[in-house]
């Protein structure tokens, strides 16, 4: 069992930056692919990013390419997510999730273990 904690979430304005951070225990996961997702009120789970156990390989959502970057620090069995230039539309809860050893997926249900999400807010 792997269990993942988000962090970092929170209000900000848009054009602004925040860095989600992705708390890994119970087993260590540098052989797990790591991906963000969110989901915002009344749409579907939307795929942002993932990156490989290795970190050689990443694969990112066309509507925050350029703008987010995806990141993992397997020495601390943690994964980042930095958030520049925000926006209203970025607004949901954002979870990770993680696959042993496979592909950058987009698709939620290649993932294997999820944490609880935290919220972000852009406004206006």
């Known amino acids: 069992q792997v269990q993942l904690v988000e962090s970092g979430g929170g209000l900000v304005q848009a054009g602004d930056s925040l860095r989600l951070s992705c708390a890994a225990s119970?087993?260590?996961?540098?052989?797990?692919?790591v991906g963000w997702f969110r989901q915002a009120p009344g749409k579907e789970r939307e795929f942002i990013a993932a990156?490989?156990?290795?970190?050689?390989?990443?694969n990112y959502a066309d509507s925050v390419k350029g703008r987010f970057t995806i990141s993992r620090d397997n020495a601390k069995n943690m994964g980042y997510l930095q958030m520049n230039s925000l926006r209203p539309e970025d607004t949901a809860v954002y979870y990770c999730?993680?696959?042993?050893?496979?592909?950058?997926?987009?698709?939620?249900?290649?993932?294997?273990?999820w944490g609880q999400g935290t919220q972000v807010t852009v406004s206006s």
């Open positions: 119970g087993r260590i996961i540098s052989s797990y692919t």
């Open positions: 990156v490989t156990w290795s970190g050689g390989s990443t």
């Open positions: 999730a993680v696959r042993y050893r496979g592909s950058p997926s987009n698709r939620g249900d290649n993932y294997d273990y």
